[in-house]
């Protein structure tokens, strides 16, 4: 079973919108309370964008995408979102979703944050370009 399923990436002109979709599949749903989306553009190092602590139901952002993207979960589902608007070029990237355990907010936030933030649990990534 793999853990996580990315999907939603595509093109889209800047200012545009897209929403990503994380399918957490309930295995890794048991094993896991922070969630995350990390990017990686070519020849840059990978960021982490946001995360999502499942037991508050509370998000944090990076300052990068803070008023343009939006974390949001269907715990009915097991779906984590990234709702991305007012996108830009330079938001052209790999999007990964990630999972792990946190013992509480305060870990999950600075867990995605972190320079080479390290996650038990990755999907395959979703391409998102962006034109200008």
């Known amino acids: 079973q793999v853990p996580l399923v990315e999907s939603g990436g595509g093109s889209v002109q800047a200012g545009g919108s897209l929403r990503l979709s994380c399918e957490v599949s309930?295995?890794?749903?048991?094993?896991?309370?922070?969630l995350a989306w990390l990017r990686q553009a070519p020849g840059k190092e990978r960021e982490g964008i946001g995360g999502?602590?499942?037991?508050?139901?509370?998000?944090y952002y990076a300052d990068s995408v803070k008023g343009r993207f939006t974390i949001s979960r269907d715990s009915s589902k097991n779906t984590l979102y990234l709702q991305m608007n007012r996108l830009a070029p330079e938001d052209t990237a790999t999007y990964y979703c990630?999972?792990?355990?946190?013992?509480?907010?305060?870990?999950?936030?600075?867990?995605?944050?972190?320079?080479?933030?390290?996650?038990?649990?990755w999907g395959q990534g979703t391409q998102v370009t962006v034109s200008s």
């Open positions: 990630a999972a792990d355990f946190a013992v509480n907010g305060d870990y999950c936030n600075r867990r995605f944050s972190r320079r080479g933030a390290v996650f038990g649990y």
């Open positions: 309930r295995d890794t749903s048991l094993r896991t309370n922070c």
């Open positions: 999502f602590y499942t037991r508050t139901e509370e998000a």
